[in-house]
């Protein structure tokens, strides 16, 4: 059973930066395609970012990019996701997901796997 730890989620001021980090356990790590969703109070959940089972290839959404980075390493089967000049439109429980066939998928659907969420807040 594969099981996905968040951490790192906490309240930062706007402008502001946090790093998330995903640890993964009982499962093969290095050939899953891993991506951060978040849910805002009231909304659906929504794709932020994913990478590829190597790393070479990364997605954003376009509320994210140039702000968000994400990366993994898959030799402590962690990934990580950046984020900078953070807004309070940011603010939502962050999830990760694993999909067991490498790829990264745009829709929640698509995942093997989630861990609990960690809770960014953002404010103003």
């Known amino acids: 059973q594969v099981q996905l730890v968040e951490s790192g989620g906490g309240l930062v001021q706007a402008g502001g930066s946090l790093r998330l980090s995903c640890a993964a356990s009982g499962g093969t790590f290095s050939s899953y395609g891993m991506a951060w969703f978040r849910q805002a109070p009231g909304k659906e959940r929504e794709f932020v970012s994913g990478i590829n089972w190597s790393g070479g290839s990364t997605y954003y959404a376009d509320s994210v990019k140039g702000r968000f980075t994400i990366s993994r390493d898959n030799a402590k089967n962690t990934v990580f996701l950046q984020m900078n000049s953070l807004k309070p439109e940011d603010t939502a429980i962050y999830y990760c997901?694993?999909?067991?066939?490498?790829?990264?998928?745009?829709?929640?659907?698509?995942?093997?796997?989630w861990g609990q969420g960690t809770q960014v807040t953002v404010s103003s």
């Open positions: 997901a694993a999909e067991v066939l490498g790829y990264v998928r745009r829709s929640d659907g698509n995942y093997d796997y």
